[in-house]
């Protein structure tokens, strides 16, 4: 019987041990207060609604006739490139008809080139659209845009291409993309992520766009900021409006919550466990942060006086709830 009953405590003490080694390790790891500093890459961004603003040329009828076009929607031409082939055939309105394309005509007053040989006078890009708003978003207007105005209007691309035309109507639109602009208006609490003459990246449908911030303007509660850009966009004749992705910055190195931060005489730091176990405050030197997360220098930074100070590591273990600073 005592045998047995040693059996019993011995296979009693083993399950205790399983749930020492097993179970007690994961419990305590939910009250786990550090966190590990690892590398990454911080991209700060927004969505927002982009509006291009564009050198252009629309091309129109110096005759009715039949028209076959040569070229796609958005294909980038050289000079003189031929458009199109023409027929002209005299055929003219009725003294009672009006042109579909009337009310397109008294928005792109200003904009318009007669053609009868149907070549490109410049380079740019090709789009068979256009819309009624197409002469308030000019380089030349750029800078009097409002966001309380522009945020009322419609967009609304009608289609151009066909197969025969009247004199005067619009036939297709020719847009300088060696040097073009585009126009976003962001929140207050969002300005110091944009400076002028620094990059940004406007990711849109086809990809990454790389540009140069040109203006940086208050309107009203919001601001208006300008950039331009040489890249290719097969979109860009097209639309006025887009939404897109606006990336201010994008920096790689150790990623640290903010959250995890404190200060010591008004110094951003963060509390690095040592060998013996003790907290010690180590300060940082915030690169970029997006509001949640900073990027931070690794090793060493140098202070306003040009000192060295020394700084977290990689893999270093830092408090996660490191108190109140001073």
């Known amino acids: 019987m005592k045998d047995k009953r040693k059996y019993i ?3 009693i003490v083993l399950i205790v041990l399983g749930l020492i080694i097993y179970v007690v390790p994961s419990v305590t790891g939910l009250f786990e207060t550090t966190e590990t500093i690892e590398s990454g890459t911080l991209q700060v961004s927004e969505n927002n609604t982009c509006y291009f603003i564009r050198n252009e040329k ?6 009715g006739g039949e028209i076959h076009f040569l070229v796609k ?12 082939q023409f027929n002209a055939d005299g055929r003219s309105l009725g003294e009672n008809e009006e042109s579909e394309y009337a009310d397109l005509q008294k928005s792109i007053k200003g904009l318009t080139v007669k053609t009868e040989i149907f070549r490109t006078g410049s380079s740019g890009v090709i789009s068979f659209y256009i819309d009624e708003n197409e002469n308030a978003f000019t380089t030349s207007k750029m800078g009097k845009l409002k966001y309380e105005k522009v945020s009322q209007m419609d967009f609304d691309e009608t289609k151009i291409k066909r197969t025969s035309t009247y004199e005067g109507e619009p036939l ?32 849109v449908d086809e990809g990454e766009i790389e540009a140069t911030i040109t203006d940086v303007t208050e309107d009203g509660d919001k601001w208006r900021i300008t950039a331009s850009s040489n890249y290719y966009y097969k979109d860009l004749p097209r639309y006025i409006c887009k939404d897109a992705l ?7 190195g150790l990623i640290i919550d903010n959250e995890y931060m404190t200060t010591r005489k008004g110094k951003p730091g963060v509390m690095v466990r040592q060998k013996t176990g003790d907290y010690e405050f180590v300060p940082v030197n ?23 100070i020394e700084t977290v590591q990689i893999y270093d273990e830092i408090l996660k709830d490191p108190g109140k600073g001073n």
Do not use: C, P
């Open 286 to 308: 915030v690169e970029a942060s997006d509001g949640h997360q900073s990027v931070v220098s690794n090793d060493y930074f140098y202070d306003d006086k040009g000192k060295m």
């Open 9 to 11: 405590y011995f296979v």
């Open 73 to 84: 929607e958005g294909e980038k031409v050289r000079k003189k490139t031929k458009i199109a």
């Open 246 to 252: 606006i990336i201010s910055s994008r920096d790689s």
């Open 172 to 203: 297709y639109k020719l847009v300088d993309d060696s040097k073009w602009y585009f126009v976003f208006w962001t929140a207050a609490e969002n300005i110091a992520r944009y400076e002028k003459g620094n990059k940004l990246a406007l990711v």
């Open 58 to 63: 629309i091309y129109t009828a110096a005759s």
